[in-house]
T-cell receptor, first 113, second 112 residues
Framework: TQLLEQSPQFLSIQEGENLTVYCNSS?????LQWYRQEPGEGPVLLVT?????EVKKLKRLTFQFGDARKDSSLHITAAQTGDTGLYLC?????????????FGKGTKLTVNP | AAGVIQSPRHLIKEKRETATLKCYPI?????VYWYQQGPGQDPQFLIS???????DKGSIPDRFSAQQFSDYHSELNMSSLELGDSALYFC???????????FGPGTRLTVL
C-alpha cells in the first residue's frame, strides 16, 4: 500500500512569513498533485509535478518533486491571509493510467493578519 | 471552463434508507472517481470507472454500488444507510495524460 506522509499537520503563521509543507513516501509516484481545499468544498488542483527534480512556480507558491519521485514540497513565500486553507498532496502510482489518488493527511494552514 | 457537477449538494436521510448521488464529469473526460471524506479526514477512494467499466475499487462498502453511463455521468447508489456514512462525497474526473483529477463541489450526506 502506498502511503504519503504529509507534514506539518497544522501550521499557524503571521502574514508575510514563509512556510514549507512536506510530502514524503517510501514509494515512487508517476506524478504528484497538490490541492487546496476550503471547508465543505471540493479540492482544487494547484499543480501537477511529473519529472524527478521538477520545480514549478505558481505566483508565491513553489512546488518541487524529489529526484526519486518519492517526495514533494510546497513553499509559500510571504504568506497572505487568503492562503489559509487545507493543502493536500496526492500521488498517482507508477503504473499511471486510470489510477486512484493516494492522499496525504493534509496540512491545515492558518495565516493570521 | 466547465467543471465537474454533482447533485444533490446536500442530502439528509434516515438510517436504513437509500441514497443516489450523481456526478457529471468535465466534457471529454473518460474517467470518474468517487471519494468519501469524513470530518477532518483526507479523501478516501471508493471506486473508479474508465470508459464505463469499473477500473479500480477501494474501500467501498458492499452496501454501495456505482456505475458509469453511456454519457459518462456516474451514479453512486447507497443502501441501508448507517450513521457512519455521513460524510462529504466527492466525484472527480480525469482525461489527461498525468491523471490530473478535477473534483466536483461534493455532496454532503447526513444520515440521521
Amino acid at each position: 500500500t502506498q502511503l504519503l506522509e504529509q507534514s506539518p499537520q497544522f501550521l499557524s503563521i503571521q502574514e508575510g512569513e514563509n512556510l514549507t509543507v512536506y510530502c514524503n513516501s517510501s514509494s515512487v509516484f508517476s506524478s504528484l498533485q497538490w490541492y487546496r481545499q476550503e471547508p465543505g468544498e471540493g479540492p482544487v488542483l494547484l499543480v501537477t509535478v511529473v519529472t524527478g527534480g521538477e520545480v514549478k512556480k505558481l505566483k508565491r507558491l513553489t512546488f518541487q518533486f524529489g529526484d526519486a519521485r518519492k517526495d514533494s514540497s510546497l513553499h509559500i513565500t510571504a504568506a497572505q491571509t487568503g492562503d489559509t486553507g487545507l493543502y493536500l498532496c496526492a500521488g498517482v502510482g507508477v503504473k499511471g493510467g486510470s489510477e486512484k489518488l493516494v492522499f496525504g493527511k493534509g496540512t491545515k494552514l492558518t495565516v493570521n493578519p | 471552463a466547465a467543471g465537474v457537477i454533482q447533485s444533490p449538494r446536500h442530502l439528509i436521510k434516515e438510517k436504513r434508507e437509500t441514497a443516489t448521488l450523481k456526478c457529471y464529469p468535465i466534457p471529454r473526460h473518460d474517467t470518474v472517481y468517487w471519494y468519501q471524506q469524513g470530518p477532518g479526514q483526507d479523501p478516501q477512494f471508493l471506486i473508479s470507472f474508465y470508459e464505463k467499466m469499473q477500473s479500480d475499487k477501494g474501500s467501498i462498502p458492499d452496501r454501495f454500488s456505482a456505475q458509469q453511463f453511456s454519457d459518462y455521468h456516474s451514479e453512486l447508489n447507497m443502501s441501508s444507510l448507517e450513521l457512519g456514512d455521513s460524510a462529504l462525497y466527492f466525484c472527480a474526473s480525469s482525461g489527461g495524460a498525468y491523471n490530473e483529477q478535477f473534483f466536483g463541489p461534493g455532496t454532503r450526506l447526513t444520515v440521521l
